[in-house]
């Protein structure tokens, strides 16, 4: 029987020591974890000495309540009028003669743009001609018949001829007029024997000459556009809102918008045309809203924006726009942690309105915590340096 009793032995010292071990796991983890936590912690917080602070201007206050604007998001592009686009077209063919502008230059309404030639402008004018000499005739024969009929001695059937002679030929002298000053010559011209075979094309409206699609010698047909013109003052936001949010809308609201490729640009609007159907099948609205004060300098019709609508008020949370800083990639807030130091507090930017950005915490903060107001971005600076140090 003895020779059984260390085997057994060792067995049982052999399981004991397995339990032990599996007793003390639980507590190393949570050391390990609690160990973690600290260094996490501790990594939050950056040192800046007060001799720093003063030179950096640091100023802290506690986390301000302020009436932000409640906004909707919409998405869309700048857009012309009808009224804010021309296209410049001859009403005859011809071959281009001269060409005044190019692209990008801007013009006056009625400035001169480009001449063409056509012959068919000189029997034009010898038509408007042959019946001006036709109605003088006419009207001097219908002043000889009216005098007879008066004196009851030529025929009542000639003087009527006579009148109605003066009236056909008054109608096609007008026409003939018509046609002229339609082309941009003036009757009044030709009647003293200034013959042109050129057409002058002016500017409809006054703006920027955005294409030219012929050059010297080519020959421009007849009402192809070969001039286009934009005049970007009525520059306005063709804008797409979705079903949720319609019912938020009214005319006179600000929008807040920015171009994705231009950074640090924020222009405002106002909506001035919501519209009363959805767009196709997709469930959004339309919605127009004018540029305001003249903020159209680096803006061109076609340019994707994005936007927002201010559509009322709130009372949240807010810091100034400096106070917040990116750190890769995310944004923060520094509290004051004591007197030589500043913890990271990690927060979610919202809308920024009149220098101020609402933010939303992730964990409260302590009571009367005190936040950096100004010069967060040299704390922020410290701590990247400390980092690079220590690696």
């Not at 797409?240 to 319609?246: G, L, P, T």
């Amino acid at each position: 029987m003895k020779r059984y009793i260390l085997p057994a032995a060792l067995a049982a010292l052999i399981l004991s020591t397995g339990c032990a071990d599996q007793k003390e796991t639980p507590a190393e983890t949570t050391a390990e974890e609690n160990q973690a936590s600290t260094d996490t912690e501790a990594s939050d917080i950056v040192h800046f000495p007060a001799q720093m602070q003063q030179v950096s201007q640091i100023q802290v206050g506690p986390l301000q309540e302020r009436e932000l604007s409640t906004r909707v998001p919409a998405k869309g592009q700048l857009s012309l009028p009808p009224q804010g686009m021309a296209s410049v077209s001859p009403l005859i063919g011809g071959m281009v003669r001269s060409i005044k502008v190019i692209e990008g230059d801007y013009v006056q309404k009625g400035a001169v743009l480009a001449s063409i030639e056509n012959p068919d402008l000189l029997e034009l004018q010898e038509a408007y001609l042959s019946a001006n000499s036709q109605l003088g005739m006419a009207q001097q024969e219908f002043e000889r018949q009216k005098m007879l009929s008066d004196e009851q001695v030529g025929a009542l059937k000639r003087y009527q001829q006579a009148t109605s002679d003066v009236q056909v030929l008054q109608a096609k002298l007008k026409s003939l007029g018509e046609q002229l000053q339609t082309l941009g010559i003036s009757p009044k011209n030709v009647e003293r024997g200034q013959i042109t075979r050129t057409l002058t094309l002016r500017a409809p409206i006054a703006g920027y000459v955005q294409s030219v699609s012929v050059n010297l010698g080519t020959y421009a047909e007849p009402n192809q556009p070969i001039l286009q013109i934009i005049d970007d003052s009525h520059l306005h936001l063709d804008l797409s809102v979705f079903e949720r949010d319609f019912a938020k809308l009214d005319k006179g609201q600000k929008v807040v918008f920015s171009i994705p490729n231009v950074s640090g640009q924020q222009v405002e609007a106002e909506i001035f045309a919501i519209g009363k159907s959805f767009e196709g099948e997709t469930r959004v609205v339309p919605v127009h809203a004018e540029i305001k004060h003249n903020q159209n300098k680096g803006l061109l019709p076609g340019m994707y924006i994005n936007g927002q609508i201010m559509t009322g008020k709130r009372l949240t949370s807010a810091v100034p726009e400096e106070a917040i800083v990116l750190y890769k990639s995310k944004p923060f807030i520094f509290q004051q942690f004591d007197e030589t130091s500043f913890k990271m507090i990690p927060v979610e930017a919202g809308v920024t309105e009149d220098g101020y950005t609402e933010v939303m915490l992730k964990e409260a903060l302590p009571q009367n915590a005190q936040i950096v107001q100004k010069g967060a971005s040299f704390i922020l600076s410290e701590k990247m340096k400390s980092e690079v140090a220590e690696e």
